[in-house]
């Protein structure tokens, strides 16, 4: 079993930045792809962005040019640094690991980010 240890996140004014981080307890193959998802209340839960061991990476449109996804593999953790930040990025942001970016294996426990206008 890996463990996924969601880190970061907090309360941030509209424009400002955060970062969060993802680490993986081992390296397993199941976690070839780490990423984010995140789900704001009453809304559906939206994959963020992903990255690969190989380093190909996916984001969602609407945080193209904001948000930048990096990847450690010699420490198994994932970066997530978040600029320009508007309020409707406020949502729990929840890391996950799996063999694709869409295929998920492992979730980590989710960290709050709110971004207040």
């Known amino acids: 079993q890996v463990q996924l240890v969601d880190s970061g996140g907090g309360l941030v004014q509209a424009g400002g930045s955060l970062r969060v981080s993802c680490a993986a307890s081992?390296?397993?193959?199941?976690?070839?792809?780490m990423g984010w998802y995140r789900q704001a209340p009453g809304k559906q839960r939206e994959l963020v962005a992903a990255?690969?061991?190989?380093?190909?990476?996916v984001y969602a449109d609407s945080v193209k040019g904001r948000f930048t996804i990096s990847r450690d593999n010699a420490k198994n953790t994932v970066y997530l640094q978040m600029n320009s930040l508007k309020p409707e990025d406020t949502a729990v942001y929840r890391c996950?690991?799996?063999?694709?970016?869409?295929?998920?294996?492992?979730w980590g426990q989710g960290t709050q980010v709110t971004v207040s206008s």
């Open positions: 990255i690969t061991s190989g380093g190909s990476i």
């Open positions: 996950y690991a799996g063999p694709t970016p869409t295929t998920i294996s492992y």
């Open positions: 081992r390296n397993d193959f199941r976690i070839n792809a």
